[in-house]
């Protein structure tokens, strides 16, 4: 398996995203929000979705070139025209908007709309959290998930992720996994994925990899899940005035644009106590969690973010594993716009 180390991979994202006709500034945003998928183990979201991206910009479903205009502001909320331009950008862009207004008022609703795949939610609400916020993201996704007790794909993934001052992280899909977990057993020949994960395409659930490739993917906790997705939709799409449900694309599809809609939450600590204060409470509140005896059969209890971030100090100094076939598909899209790739450790 090809080890690289993160800012070795980082340089070899922004070339292929760079000769992929994306301007500097934005490839070295998307880069860095792609190699932080990796670092902290969260593969789905990581590398793997670049040679998607150069597919896209190379047929012309996306304008990297565009940078977004904001549609209308109004106290705490912002609407924002995404202009079908680079996802990271975009959730770039609308987390600095969010930064600013919650500074101002307390609070801040930014939501965008004709957006495209922004990698991981958690990039960005710790960008809010960095600037003394809680910061609170979530996203519309293709229709790959049928609503409860239905057959058909209507909605997506539709991930919400909320980071906040303190040892706490929370960054989940509202399908029993991501998507891109099904895609990386598919790329990597993986014969079988777990139980619960996956339907077939006529909504039967299977373990196969390839009948879940072209399926559908289970929502989270059954009728619980297809609520939260209707929820994201909501406070995305219906809200933004964006492209909704089975109206949204999908990356790994060519002929359509994506059309995603992304909702930023940021709220200002510090309207309500000090921002030391907070995170002590944080604490306070994480190690009462951790304080209970673990159940039979694991080690200790774990609280969100835990294991990211033990992924991440170890992927810092040992390097980034990219399986073969997720290394295969990546040198495939650097070898289309001649970038070479890196030597491996």
């Not at 080890?3 to 490839?27: R, T």
């Not at 979705?49 to 912002?78: I, K, N």
Request: hydrophobic share 50%; glycine share 10%.
């Amino acid at each position: 398996m090809p080890v690289l180390k993160a800012e070795v991979l980082e340089q070899f994202a922004e070339q292929i995203l760079a000769s992929a006709g994306v301007p500097a500034h934005k490839a070295r945003i998307a880069a860095e929000s792609l190699i932080a998928g990796n670092l902290r183990g969260v593969d789905s979201h990581g590398i793997q979705l670049l040679p998607f991206y150069v597919d896209q910009l190379l047929a012309g479903e996306m304008d990297a070139a565009a940078d977004g205009a904001v549609v209308s502001e109004s106290g705490s909320c912002l609407v924002f025209d995404a202009q079908n331009s680079l996802g990271q950008w975009v959730a770039d862009t609308c987390c600095r908007h969010a930064v600013r207004i919650a500074r101002a008022h307390g609070l801040a609703l930014v939501v965008a709309r004709e957006s495209n795949h922004f990698g991981a939610a958690a990039w960005w609400a710790q960008k809010m959290r960095a600037a003394g916020h809680i910061g609170i993201v979530m996203c519309n996704a293709s229709p790959i998930v049928p609503p409860w007790q239905g057959k058909e794909g209507r909605v997506g993934t539709n991930p919400i992720c909320m980071s906040v001052p303190g040892p706490w992280l929370l960054d989940m899909a509202t399908t029993t996994v991501a998507a891109g977990r099904i895609f990386k057993a598919f790329l990597n020949h993986q014969p079988e994925i777990p139980a619960g994960w996956a339907f077939d395409s006529e909504g039967v659930p299977t373990t196969d990899t390839q009948a879940a490739y072209k399926g559908m993917l289970m929502p989270l906790g059954g009728y619980k899940g297809s609520g939260l997705a209707m929820m994201v939709e909501i406070l995305c799409a219906v809200l933004g005035g964006g492209a909704m449900a089975n109206e949204v694309g999908a990356i790994r599809f060519r002929g359509r644009k994506v059309r995603v809609s992304q909702t930023f939450i940021a709220i200002d600590v510090a309207r309500f106590m000090p921002l030391d204060e907070f995170t002590a409470r944080m604490e306070k509140l994480v190690g009462i969690i951790k304080a209970v005896q673990p159940a039979p059969g694991y080690d200790e209890v774990l609280v969100a973010g835990d294991p990211e971030w033990r992924i991440e100090a170890e992927r810092r100094a040992a390097g980034i594993p990219i399986a073969d076939g997720n290394w295969s598909e990546l040198v495939k899209a650097a070898a289309r716009v001649n970038v070479p790739p890196p030597a491996l450790l």
